[in-house]
Protein backbone atom coordinates (compact mmCIF):
# COMPACT_ATOMS: atom_id res chain seq x y z
CA UNK A 1 0.00 0.00 0.00
CA UNK A 2 1.30 3.35 -1.26
CA UNK A 3 1.99 6.41 1.41
CA UNK A 4 2.70 9.97 1.12
CA UNK A 5 5.76 11.58 2.90
CA UNK A 6 3.58 12.73 5.76
CA UNK A 7 1.83 9.18 5.81
CA UNK A 8 5.46 7.29 6.25
CA UNK A 9 6.24 10.07 8.97
CA UNK A 10 3.57 9.44 10.78
CA UNK A 11 2.99 5.23 10.55
CA UNK A 12 7.04 5.55 11.73
CA UNK A 13 6.52 7.32 14.68
CA UNK A 14 3.22 5.23 15.55
CA UNK A 15 5.01 2.00 15.18
CA UNK A 16 2.87 0.98 12.70
CA UNK A 17 3.83 -0.74 9.03
CA UNK A 18 1.23 1.36 7.23
CA UNK A 19 -1.21 4.23 7.78
CA UNK A 20 -4.20 5.57 5.58
CA UNK A 21 -5.73 8.74 5.06
CA UNK A 22 -8.61 8.81 7.84
CA UNK A 23 -6.70 6.49 10.78
CA UNK A 24 -6.66 7.86 14.11
CA UNK A 25 -3.30 7.25 15.36
CA UNK A 26 -1.05 8.04 18.30
CA UNK A 27 2.31 9.10 17.82
CA UNK A 28 5.82 9.31 19.69
CA UNK A 29 7.16 12.95 19.39
CA UNK A 30 10.67 14.07 18.60
CA UNK A 31 9.87 17.64 19.99
CA UNK A 32 7.29 19.72 21.42
CA UNK A 33 6.72 23.69 21.60
CA UNK A 34 5.14 26.23 23.53
CA UNK A 35 5.34 30.37 23.29
CA UNK A 36 4.55 33.01 25.71
CA UNK A 37 0.83 32.61 24.16
CA UNK A 38 0.15 29.16 24.88
CA UNK A 39 2.38 27.73 27.59
CA UNK A 40 1.03 29.58 30.29
CA UNK A 41 -2.66 27.63 30.19
CA UNK A 42 -0.70 24.50 29.36
CA UNK A 43 1.16 24.45 32.54
CA UNK A 44 -2.30 24.73 34.00
CA UNK A 45 -3.18 21.78 32.55
CA UNK A 46 0.04 20.15 32.72
CA UNK A 47 -0.21 20.75 37.16
CA UNK A 48 -3.95 19.57 37.25
CA UNK A 49 -2.52 16.09 35.09
CA UNK A 50 -0.25 15.73 38.74
CA UNK A 51 2.61 15.00 36.30
CA UNK A 52 5.74 14.78 37.95
CA UNK A 53 7.96 15.82 35.20
CA UNK A 54 8.15 16.56 31.43
CA UNK A 55 8.69 13.19 29.49
CA UNK A 56 12.27 14.99 27.89
CA UNK A 57 13.56 17.99 29.25
CA UNK A 58 15.51 18.09 26.03
CA UNK A 59 12.53 17.49 23.75
CA UNK A 60 10.62 20.56 25.07
CA UNK A 61 11.16 23.81 23.49
CA UNK A 62 9.68 27.15 25.26
CA UNK A 63 10.21 30.31 23.54
CA UNK A 64 8.68 33.79 24.90
CA UNK A 65 8.73 35.64 21.87
CA UNK A 66 5.10 36.83 21.26
CA UNK A 67 4.74 40.11 23.98
CA UNK A 68 8.36 40.59 25.17
CA UNK A 69 10.42 41.97 25.42
CA UNK A 70 7.59 41.97 28.49
CA UNK A 71 4.39 44.87 27.19
CA UNK A 72 3.46 45.13 30.55
CA UNK A 73 2.56 43.50 33.66
CA UNK A 74 0.42 40.75 32.59
CA UNK A 75 2.46 39.69 29.73
CA UNK A 76 5.45 39.80 32.27
CA UNK A 77 3.88 37.72 34.80
CA UNK A 78 2.98 35.23 31.84
CA UNK A 79 6.14 35.39 30.76
CA UNK A 80 7.61 34.56 34.64
CA UNK A 81 5.40 31.87 34.82
CA UNK A 82 6.72 30.66 32.02
CA UNK A 83 10.75 30.70 32.89
CA UNK A 84 9.69 29.12 36.41
CA UNK A 85 8.14 26.00 34.87
CA UNK A 86 11.43 25.94 32.63
CA UNK A 87 14.12 26.48 35.66
CA UNK A 88 11.52 24.33 37.52
CA UNK A 89 11.71 21.28 34.62
CA UNK A 90 14.84 22.26 33.23
CA UNK A 91 14.16 22.71 30.35
CA UNK A 92 16.94 22.93 28.01
CA UNK A 93 15.81 24.75 25.09
CA UNK A 94 13.93 27.62 27.03
CA UNK A 95 15.61 30.81 25.52
CA UNK A 96 15.60 34.27 27.05
CA UNK A 97 15.62 37.62 24.78
CA UNK A 98 19.13 38.57 24.31
CA UNK A 99 20.40 35.27 24.91
CA UNK A 100 22.54 33.98 21.32
CA UNK A 101 19.80 31.08 20.97
CA UNK A 102 16.79 33.20 21.43
CA UNK A 103 14.49 34.19 19.00
CA UNK A 104 10.99 33.96 16.97
CA UNK A 105 10.08 30.28 17.66
CA UNK A 106 10.08 29.31 13.86
CA UNK A 107 13.37 31.22 13.17
CA UNK A 108 15.24 29.45 15.95
CA UNK A 109 14.36 26.27 16.34
CA UNK A 110 15.77 25.24 12.83
CA UNK A 111 18.81 27.67 13.68
CA UNK A 112 19.48 25.77 16.65
CA UNK A 113 19.81 22.50 15.30
CA UNK A 114 16.63 20.83 17.26
CA UNK A 115 14.67 20.28 13.23
CA UNK A 116 15.73 17.22 11.76
CA UNK A 117 14.03 15.43 8.88
CA UNK A 118 11.60 12.84 9.59
CA UNK A 119 10.69 13.95 13.09
CA UNK A 120 7.22 14.85 14.27
CA UNK A 121 6.89 18.00 15.97
CA UNK A 122 4.01 19.58 17.92
CA UNK A 123 3.79 23.13 18.88
CA UNK A 124 1.11 25.44 20.36
CA UNK A 125 1.66 27.57 17.78
CA UNK A 126 -0.20 27.43 14.23
CA UNK A 127 3.09 28.06 12.49
CA UNK A 128 4.86 25.53 13.74
CA UNK A 129 3.86 23.87 10.19
CA UNK A 130 7.06 25.98 9.05
CA UNK A 131 9.11 22.88 9.84
CA UNK A 132 8.07 20.92 7.06
CA UNK A 133 10.58 22.73 5.13
CA UNK A 134 13.65 20.29 6.57
CA UNK A 135 11.61 17.18 5.42
CA UNK A 136 9.61 16.85 9.19
CA UNK A 137 6.01 16.56 10.14
CA UNK A 138 5.04 19.49 12.10
CA UNK A 139 1.65 21.09 13.02
CA UNK A 140 0.18 23.43 15.49
CA UNK A 141 -1.79 22.16 18.54
CA UNK A 142 -3.55 24.14 21.33
CA UNK A 143 -2.58 24.17 25.19
CA UNK A 144 -3.79 21.81 26.48
CA UNK A 145 -2.60 18.95 23.52
CA UNK A 146 0.74 21.10 24.52
CA UNK A 147 0.31 20.14 28.22
CA UNK A 148 -0.19 16.45 27.36
CA UNK A 149 2.38 15.99 24.96
CA UNK A 150 5.00 17.51 27.75
CA UNK A 151 3.45 14.62 29.87
CA UNK A 152 3.61 11.31 27.91
CA UNK A 153 5.72 12.34 24.83
CA UNK A 154 2.97 11.39 22.37
CA UNK A 155 -0.16 12.91 21.26
CA UNK A 156 -3.13 11.11 18.70
CA UNK A 157 -3.89 12.30 15.12
CA UNK A 158 -6.31 11.66 12.40
CA UNK A 159 -4.01 10.43 9.22
CA UNK A 160 -4.35 13.16 6.58
CA UNK A 161 -5.14 13.12 2.62
CA UNK A 162 -2.65 15.25 0.75
CA UNK A 163 -2.39 17.70 -1.81
CA UNK A 164 0.31 17.11 -4.42
CA UNK A 165 2.24 20.71 -5.48
CA UNK A 166 4.01 19.75 -8.30
CA UNK A 167 6.27 22.99 -8.54
CA UNK A 168 7.81 22.90 -12.27
CA UNK A 169 10.81 25.21 -13.57
CA UNK A 170 12.06 28.38 -11.66
CA UNK A 171 11.03 31.61 -9.79
CA UNK A 172 11.82 34.85 -12.10
CA UNK A 173 13.97 37.36 -10.79
CA UNK A 174 13.20 39.18 -8.23
CA UNK A 175 10.22 36.72 -7.07
CA UNK A 176 10.27 34.90 -3.60
CA UNK A 177 9.15 31.85 -1.93
CA UNK A 178 6.29 34.40 -0.73
CA UNK A 179 5.03 35.22 -3.65
CA UNK A 180 4.64 31.68 -4.30
CA UNK A 181 3.00 30.61 -1.29
CA UNK A 182 0.41 33.71 -1.28
CA UNK A 183 0.00 32.84 -5.27
CA UNK A 184 -0.61 29.04 -3.94
CA UNK A 185 -3.03 30.75 -1.25
CA UNK A 186 -4.91 33.11 -3.86
CA UNK A 187 -5.52 29.54 -6.00
CA UNK A 188 -6.86 27.23 -3.37
CA UNK A 189 -8.19 29.88 -0.57
CA UNK A 190 -7.93 29.74 3.18
CA UNK A 191 -9.10 26.26 3.32
CA UNK A 192 -8.55 24.70 0.16
CA UNK A 193 -6.28 22.72 2.12
CA UNK A 194 -8.72 22.29 4.87
CA UNK A 195 -7.22 18.88 7.12
CA UNK A 196 -4.91 17.82 4.48
CA UNK A 197 -0.98 17.97 4.22
CA UNK A 198 0.47 19.96 1.33
CA UNK A 199 3.35 18.48 -0.16
CA UNK A 200 5.61 19.84 -2.53
CA UNK A 201 7.19 18.18 -5.10
CA UNK A 202 8.48 18.18 -8.67
CA UNK A 203 11.93 19.74 -10.30
CA UNK A 204 10.81 23.06 -8.92
CA UNK A 205 11.94 22.03 -5.42
CA UNK A 206 15.79 21.93 -6.01
CA UNK A 207 15.28 25.46 -7.42
CA UNK A 208 14.05 26.98 -3.69
CA UNK A 209 16.70 27.89 -1.33
CA UNK A 210 16.30 26.21 2.65
CA UNK A 211 14.71 30.09 3.39
CA UNK A 212 12.22 29.65 0.87
CA UNK A 213 10.94 26.65 2.20
CA UNK A 214 10.47 27.41 5.59
CA UNK A 215 8.47 30.44 4.00
CA UNK A 216 6.13 28.36 2.18
CA UNK A 217 5.72 25.90 4.77
CA UNK A 218 5.11 28.16 7.92
CA UNK A 219 1.81 29.63 5.77
CA UNK A 220 0.71 26.09 5.04
CA UNK A 221 -1.55 27.03 7.89
CA UNK A 222 -3.37 30.05 5.85
CA UNK A 223 -4.81 27.40 3.17
CA UNK A 224 -5.82 25.18 6.16
CA UNK A 225 -3.39 22.97 6.06
CA UNK A 226 -2.14 20.41 8.48
CA UNK A 227 1.22 20.58 7.23
CA UNK A 228 3.43 21.81 4.57
CA UNK A 229 6.30 19.57 3.25
CA UNK A 230 9.24 19.12 1.33
CA UNK A 231 11.48 16.35 0.19
CA UNK A 232 14.82 15.91 1.60
CA UNK A 233 17.46 16.51 -1.03
CA UNK A 234 20.88 18.15 -0.83
CA UNK A 235 19.66 21.76 0.25
CA UNK A 236 18.34 20.11 2.90
CA UNK A 237 21.48 18.25 4.21
CA UNK A 238 23.67 21.35 3.62
CA UNK A 239 21.24 23.37 5.89
CA UNK A 240 21.60 20.51 8.54
CA UNK A 241 25.56 20.50 8.54
CA UNK A 242 25.85 24.08 8.94
CA UNK A 243 22.97 24.72 11.77
CA UNK A 244 22.41 21.06 13.19
CA UNK A 245 26.17 19.50 12.84
CA UNK A 246 26.13 17.13 15.43
CA UNK A 247 22.80 15.70 15.24
CA UNK A 248 23.70 15.69 11.68
CA UNK A 249 26.91 13.36 11.87
CA UNK A 250 25.42 11.12 14.96
CA UNK A 251 22.78 10.47 11.81
CA UNK A 252 19.81 11.34 13.74
CA UNK A 253 17.94 11.86 11.06
CA UNK A 254 15.30 10.05 8.62
CA UNK A 255 15.01 10.74 5.51
CA UNK A 256 11.34 9.53 4.50
CA UNK A 257 9.90 9.93 0.67
CA UNK A 258 6.27 9.39 -0.83
CA UNK A 259 5.83 6.80 -2.65
CA UNK A 260 5.93 6.83 -6.46
CA UNK A 261 2.56 5.90 -6.33
CA UNK A 262 1.17 8.25 -3.18
CA UNK A 263 -2.63 8.69 -3.46
CA UNK A 264 -2.79 12.67 -3.67
CA UNK A 265 -7.11 14.17 -3.35
CA UNK A 266 -5.30 16.20 -5.83
CA UNK A 267 -2.58 17.70 -8.23
CA UNK A 268 -1.76 21.17 -8.98
CA UNK A 269 0.68 22.04 -10.90
CA UNK A 270 2.58 25.01 -10.19
CA UNK A 271 4.76 26.69 -13.15
CA UNK A 272 7.43 28.93 -11.02
CA UNK A 273 8.03 31.09 -14.06
CA UNK A 274 4.35 32.50 -13.78
CA UNK A 275 3.96 33.44 -10.09
CA UNK A 276 4.22 37.04 -10.20
CA UNK A 277 4.68 39.39 -7.85
CA UNK A 278 1.70 39.11 -5.36
CA UNK A 279 0.36 41.18 -2.76
CA UNK A 280 -2.97 39.42 -0.21
CA UNK A 281 -5.18 42.27 0.41
CA UNK A 282 -7.53 42.41 3.38
CA UNK A 283 -8.49 40.59 5.34
CA UNK A 284 -7.80 36.84 4.09
CA UNK A 285 -4.54 35.74 2.76
CA UNK A 286 -6.50 34.31 -0.29
CA UNK A 287 -6.85 37.28 -1.92
CA UNK A 288 -3.85 37.45 -3.68
CA UNK A 289 -3.25 40.33 -6.65
CA UNK A 290 -0.30 40.48 -8.68
CA UNK A 291 1.44 43.79 -8.39
CA UNK A 292 0.18 46.09 -10.79
CA UNK A 293 -2.97 44.83 -11.15
CA UNK A 294 -4.69 47.04 -8.84
CA UNK A 295 -5.11 51.40 -8.14
CA UNK A 296 -2.42 53.17 -6.06
CA UNK A 297 -2.61 51.98 -1.93
CA UNK A 298 -0.82 54.86 0.34
CA UNK A 299 0.14 52.97 3.28
CA UNK A 300 1.54 54.06 7.05
CA UNK A 301 3.88 51.77 7.93
CA UNK A 302 6.16 48.36 6.85
CA UNK A 303 6.95 45.70 8.57
CA UNK A 304 9.76 43.53 7.57
CA UNK A 305 10.27 40.40 10.01
CA UNK A 306 8.04 37.33 11.47
CA UNK A 307 8.30 34.17 11.68
CA UNK A 308 7.77 33.56 8.09
CA UNK A 309 10.37 36.56 6.66
CA UNK A 310 12.59 37.27 9.59
CA UNK A 311 15.67 35.40 8.48
CA UNK A 312 19.14 36.82 7.50
CA UNK A 313 18.36 35.80 3.19
CA UNK A 314 15.34 38.53 3.86
CA UNK A 315 17.27 40.65 6.13
CA UNK A 316 20.33 40.23 2.72
CA UNK A 317 17.40 41.05 0.60
CA UNK A 318 15.67 43.81 2.41
CA UNK A 319 18.95 45.85 2.80
CA UNK A 320 20.15 45.06 -1.14
CA UNK A 321 16.98 47.24 -1.86
CA UNK A 322 16.88 49.80 0.50
CA UNK A 323 20.04 50.33 0.30
CA UNK A 324 20.77 54.39 -0.78
CA UNK A 325 16.68 54.93 -0.52
CA UNK A 326 15.10 56.44 2.28
CA UNK A 327 11.78 55.27 3.75
CA UNK A 328 8.82 57.75 2.38
CA UNK A 329 8.05 60.79 4.79
CA UNK A 330 5.46 60.19 7.21
CA UNK A 331 5.66 56.69 7.10
CA UNK A 332 6.95 53.93 9.69
CA UNK A 333 9.41 50.93 8.95
CA UNK A 334 10.00 48.67 11.18
CA UNK A 335 12.53 45.89 11.10
CA UNK A 336 12.66 42.97 12.74
CA UNK A 337 15.51 40.32 12.40
CA UNK A 338 14.36 36.89 13.58
CA UNK A 339 16.81 35.93 16.09
CA UNK A 340 20.23 37.08 17.95
CA UNK A 341 22.18 34.95 15.08
CA UNK A 342 19.99 36.83 12.20
CA UNK A 343 21.03 40.01 14.38
CA UNK A 344 24.71 39.51 14.58
CA UNK A 345 24.88 38.35 11.41
CA UNK A 346 22.79 41.67 10.17
CA UNK A 347 25.45 43.59 12.15
CA UNK A 348 28.64 41.68 10.57
CA UNK A 349 27.67 42.56 7.27
CA UNK A 350 26.67 45.71 7.99
CA UNK A 351 23.01 45.38 7.28
CA UNK A 352 21.39 47.21 10.45
CA UNK A 353 23.84 50.29 9.19
CA UNK A 354 21.68 50.34 6.09
CA UNK A 355 18.30 50.09 7.69
CA UNK A 356 19.01 52.74 9.55
CA UNK A 357 20.37 54.96 7.12
CA UNK A 358 17.27 54.33 4.95
CA UNK A 359 14.96 55.88 8.17
CA UNK A 360 13.70 52.03 9.50
CA UNK A 361 13.61 51.38 13.57
CA UNK A 362 15.23 48.07 13.75
CA UNK A 363 13.39 46.19 16.63
CA UNK A 364 14.27 43.89 19.13
CA UNK A 365 12.87 40.23 18.33
CA UNK A 366 9.58 39.60 18.57
CA UNK A 367 6.55 38.28 17.05
CA UNK A 368 4.73 41.98 18.56
CA UNK A 369 3.23 44.06 15.90
CA UNK A 370 2.32 40.60 13.78
CA UNK A 371 -0.10 39.27 15.94
CA UNK A 372 -1.11 43.15 16.84
CA UNK A 373 0.48 42.41 20.27
CA UNK A 374 2.53 45.22 20.62
CA UNK A 375 5.50 47.53 19.15
CA UNK A 376 4.02 48.21 15.86
CA UNK A 377 0.04 48.71 16.61
CA UNK A 378 -2.11 50.32 13.95
CA UNK A 379 -4.47 52.97 14.29
CA UNK A 380 -7.87 53.10 12.96
CA UNK A 381 -7.55 53.35 9.14
CA UNK A 382 -3.87 53.41 8.87
CA UNK A 383 -2.82 50.45 6.05
CA UNK A 384 0.51 48.48 6.63
CA UNK A 385 2.42 46.54 4.14
CA UNK A 386 3.76 43.72 6.14
CA UNK A 387 5.99 40.35 5.38
CA UNK A 388 4.01 38.54 8.05
CA UNK A 389 1.43 35.85 7.91
CA UNK A 390 -1.81 37.01 8.25
CA UNK A 391 -3.87 40.21 7.53
CA UNK A 392 -7.42 39.27 9.66
CA UNK A 393 -9.44 41.97 11.11
CA UNK A 394 -7.51 43.56 13.44
CA UNK A 395 -4.73 41.54 12.92
CA UNK A 396 -2.09 44.53 14.14
CA UNK A 397 -4.35 46.58 15.85
CA UNK A 398 -7.54 48.56 15.41
CA UNK A 399 -9.93 46.55 13.90
CA UNK A 400 -10.77 49.55 11.36
CA UNK A 401 -6.71 48.94 10.34
CA UNK A 402 -5.84 46.84 7.29
CA UNK A 403 -2.51 44.29 6.49
CA UNK A 404 -1.14 43.67 3.39
CA UNK A 405 1.09 40.97 2.66
CA UNK A 406 4.11 40.43 1.06
CA UNK A 407 7.15 39.54 0.34
CA UNK A 408 10.72 41.09 1.27
CA UNK A 409 11.02 43.11 -2.13
CA UNK A 410 7.14 44.68 -2.37
CA UNK A 411 7.75 45.63 1.07
CA UNK A 412 10.91 47.64 0.72
CA UNK A 413 9.65 49.02 -1.76
CA UNK A 414 6.43 49.82 -0.75
CA UNK A 415 8.41 51.84 2.01
CA UNK A 416 10.05 53.90 -0.03
CA UNK A 417 7.49 54.97 -2.18
CA UNK A 418 5.09 55.35 0.72
CA UNK A 419 2.65 53.06 -1.61
CA UNK A 420 2.01 49.22 -2.44
CA UNK A 421 4.83 48.97 -4.73
CA UNK A 422 6.79 46.26 -6.87
CA UNK A 423 11.02 46.77 -6.56
CA UNK A 424 11.16 47.68 -9.93
CA UNK A 425 9.51 51.40 -9.08
CA UNK A 426 12.81 51.35 -6.63
CA UNK A 427 14.95 52.55 -9.02
CA UNK A 428 12.21 54.53 -11.44
CA UNK B 1 -27.12 16.01 26.70
CA UNK B 2 -29.71 18.87 24.77
CA UNK B 3 -29.34 22.86 24.28
CA UNK B 4 -31.51 25.56 23.79
CA UNK B 5 -30.93 29.35 22.78
CA UNK B 6 -31.08 31.96 20.16
CA UNK B 7 -28.89 32.18 17.01
CA UNK B 8 -25.57 34.74 16.02
CA UNK B 9 -25.06 34.11 12.49
CA UNK B 10 -21.83 35.20 11.18
CA UNK B 11 -19.88 34.52 7.27
CA UNK B 12 -16.97 32.66 5.98
CA UNK B 13 -13.42 32.17 7.50
CA UNK B 14 -14.45 33.70 10.99
CA UNK B 15 -10.66 33.66 12.22
CA UNK B 16 -9.73 33.16 15.59
CA UNK B 17 -8.56 36.82 15.57
CA UNK B 18 -11.74 38.00 15.48
CA UNK B 19 -12.93 35.69 18.03
CA UNK B 20 -10.33 36.79 20.53
CA UNK B 21 -8.33 39.03 19.35
CA UNK B 22 -4.35 39.07 20.20
CA UNK B 23 -4.35 41.90 22.03
CA UNK B 24 -6.05 40.31 24.76
CA UNK B 25 -4.19 37.67 24.73
CA UNK B 26 -2.00 38.51 27.90
CA UNK B 27 -4.31 36.89 29.30
CA UNK B 28 -6.10 33.31 30.11
CA UNK B 29 -8.68 33.46 32.40
CA UNK B 30 -12.15 32.70 30.90
CA UNK B 31 -14.02 35.44 32.08
CA UNK B 32 -11.65 37.71 31.01
CA UNK B 33 -11.61 36.75 27.35
CA UNK B 34 -15.31 36.54 27.09
CA UNK B 35 -15.78 40.21 27.55
CA UNK B 36 -14.18 40.65 24.32
CA UNK B 37 -15.44 37.81 22.55
CA UNK B 38 -16.30 38.57 18.98
CA UNK B 39 -16.12 42.13 19.14
CA UNK B 40 -14.22 43.15 16.21
CA UNK B 41 -16.57 41.78 14.12
CA UNK B 42 -19.57 41.99 16.41
CA UNK B 43 -19.38 44.52 19.05
CA UNK B 44 -22.79 43.74 20.57
CA UNK B 45 -22.02 40.36 20.55
CA UNK B 46 -20.67 40.29 24.28
CA UNK B 47 -23.84 42.24 25.42
CA UNK B 48 -26.43 40.08 23.82
CA UNK B 49 -25.36 36.81 24.31
CA UNK B 50 -26.89 34.60 26.79
CA UNK B 51 -26.03 31.19 28.25
CA UNK B 52 -27.60 28.56 25.97
CA UNK B 53 -26.82 30.95 22.77
CA UNK B 54 -25.57 29.04 19.49
CA UNK B 55 -23.12 30.77 16.98
CA UNK B 56 -23.97 29.75 13.43
CA UNK B 57 -21.33 30.06 10.57
CA UNK B 58 -19.60 29.34 7.17
CA UNK B 59 -17.10 27.11 6.40
CA UNK B 60 -13.57 27.26 8.00
CA UNK B 61 -14.94 28.59 11.38
CA UNK B 62 -11.79 29.18 13.65
CA UNK B 63 -9.18 29.66 11.15
CA UNK B 64 -6.35 31.12 12.22
CA UNK B 65 -4.13 30.99 15.26
CA UNK B 66 -3.99 27.81 17.66
CA UNK B 67 -5.38 29.99 20.58
CA UNK B 68 -7.39 27.65 23.08
CA UNK B 69 -8.38 31.00 24.38
CA UNK B 70 -10.75 31.40 21.06
CA UNK B 71 -12.67 28.53 22.45
CA UNK B 72 -12.32 29.46 25.63
CA UNK B 73 -13.83 32.99 25.09
CA UNK B 74 -16.61 31.47 23.23
CA UNK B 75 -17.54 28.99 26.01
CA UNK B 76 -17.35 31.31 28.55
CA UNK B 77 -19.58 33.68 27.00
CA UNK B 78 -22.41 31.22 27.27
CA UNK B 79 -22.57 29.44 23.63
CA UNK B 80 -23.70 26.05 24.12
CA UNK B 81 -22.56 25.20 20.17
CA UNK B 82 -21.12 25.80 17.14
CA UNK B 83 -22.80 24.89 13.62
CA UNK B 84 -20.75 25.90 10.63
CA UNK B 85 -20.26 23.57 7.60
CA UNK B 86 -16.53 23.12 8.58
CA UNK B 87 -14.27 23.99 11.09
CA UNK B 88 -10.46 24.78 11.01
CA UNK B 89 -8.31 21.97 12.00
CA UNK B 90 -6.57 22.71 15.10
CA UNK B 91 -10.01 25.30 16.74
CA UNK B 92 -11.74 21.67 15.91
CA UNK B 93 -9.23 20.00 18.09
CA UNK B 94 -9.24 22.66 20.43
CA UNK B 95 -13.00 23.26 20.80
CA UNK B 96 -13.28 19.72 22.05
CA UNK B 97 -10.44 19.75 24.59
CA UNK B 98 -12.07 22.86 25.82
CA UNK B 99 -15.62 20.67 26.08
CA UNK B 100 -17.11 23.48 23.81
CA UNK B 101 -19.93 21.97 21.26
CA UNK B 102 -19.53 21.90 17.61
CA UNK B 103 -21.39 20.07 14.44
CA UNK B 104 -20.68 20.18 11.17
CA UNK B 105 -24.52 20.80 9.21
CA UNK B 106 -23.97 22.65 5.76
CA UNK B 107 -27.68 22.51 5.18
CA UNK B 108 -28.70 23.93 8.79
CA UNK B 109 -26.22 26.74 8.18
CA UNK B 110 -27.87 27.78 5.29
CA UNK B 111 -31.24 27.11 6.68
CA UNK B 112 -31.07 28.86 9.82
CA UNK B 113 -31.16 33.16 10.01
CA UNK B 114 -29.73 35.56 12.86
CA UNK B 115 -31.84 35.43 15.69
CA UNK B 116 -33.44 31.90 15.20
CA UNK B 117 -34.34 30.01 18.14
CA UNK B 118 -32.81 26.41 18.05
CA UNK B 119 -32.82 23.08 20.08
CA UNK B 120 -30.01 20.92 19.72
CA UNK B 121 -29.63 16.91 20.85
CA UNK B 122 -25.68 16.54 21.02
CA UNK B 123 -27.29 12.33 21.64
CA UNK B 124 -28.90 12.10 18.22
CA UNK B 125 -27.28 14.91 16.62
CA UNK B 126 -30.30 16.55 15.37
CA UNK B 127 -30.69 20.48 14.91
CA UNK B 128 -34.23 21.83 15.62
CA UNK B 129 -35.16 25.29 14.29
CA UNK B 130 -37.71 26.65 16.55
CA UNK B 131 -38.49 29.50 14.75
CA UNK B 132 -38.91 27.77 11.14
CA UNK B 133 -40.44 24.29 12.58
CA UNK B 134 -37.25 22.44 10.51
CA UNK B 135 -35.28 20.17 11.67
CA UNK B 136 -31.83 18.81 10.35
CA UNK B 137 -29.34 16.03 10.58
CA UNK B 138 -25.82 16.29 11.92
CA UNK B 139 -23.79 13.74 12.99
CA UNK B 140 -24.09 12.92 16.17
CA UNK B 141 -20.66 13.07 18.54
CA UNK B 142 -19.05 9.57 18.96
CA UNK B 143 -19.43 8.01 22.76
CA UNK B 144 -16.04 9.36 23.60
CA UNK B 145 -16.25 12.82 22.49
CA UNK B 146 -20.04 13.60 24.46
CA UNK B 147 -18.14 12.26 27.42
CA UNK B 148 -15.49 15.08 26.80
CA UNK B 149 -18.05 17.74 26.36
CA UNK B 150 -19.98 16.26 29.23
CA UNK B 151 -16.73 15.96 31.40
CA UNK B 152 -16.22 20.16 30.79
CA UNK B 153 -13.09 19.52 28.52
CA UNK B 154 -9.97 16.75 27.88
CA UNK B 155 -8.73 17.51 31.32
CA UNK B 156 -12.07 16.88 33.23
CA UNK B 157 -12.23 13.73 31.44
CA UNK B 158 -8.94 12.26 32.05
CA UNK B 159 -9.61 13.06 35.30
CA UNK B 160 -12.66 11.23 35.77
CA UNK B 161 -11.53 8.51 34.00
CA UNK B 162 -8.50 8.18 36.22
CA UNK B 163 -11.28 8.46 39.07
CA UNK B 164 -13.52 5.28 37.85
CA UNK B 165 -10.32 2.97 37.54
CA UNK B 166 -8.61 4.00 41.35
Known amino acids: ?428 | MKAKGKVFKYGANVDTDVIIPARYLNTAEPAELAAHCMEDIDKDFVSRVEPGDMIVAGPNFGCGSSREHAPVAIKASGVSCVIAPSFARIFYRNAINMGLAIMECPEAVEAISDGDKLEVDFDTGVIFNETTGKRFQAEPFPEFIKKIIESDGLVGYISRKKEQTQ
Open chain 1, 1 to 428: MSMTMTQKILAAHAGLDHVSAGQLIEAKLDLVLGNDVTTPPAIKVFEETGAADVFDKAKVALVPDHFTPNKDIKSAEHCARMRTFARRFDIENYYEQGEATFGIEHVVLPENGLVMPGYVIIGADSHTCTYGALGAFATGVGSTDLACAMVVGQTWFRVPEAINFKLVGKLNPGITGKDLILHIIGMIGVDGALYQSMEFTGDGVATLPMSDRLTICNMAIEAGGKNGIFPVDEITLDYLKNFAPERFDRGEYTVFAADEDAEYVRTIEVDLAKVPLTVAFPHLPENAREIGSFERVDIDQVVIGSCTNGRIEDMRLAAELLKGHKVSKGLRLIVIPGSQRVYRECLREGLIEVFVDAGAAVSARTCGPCLGGHMGILAAGERCVATTNRNFVGRMGHPKSEVYLAGVPVACASAVKGYIAGPAELDA
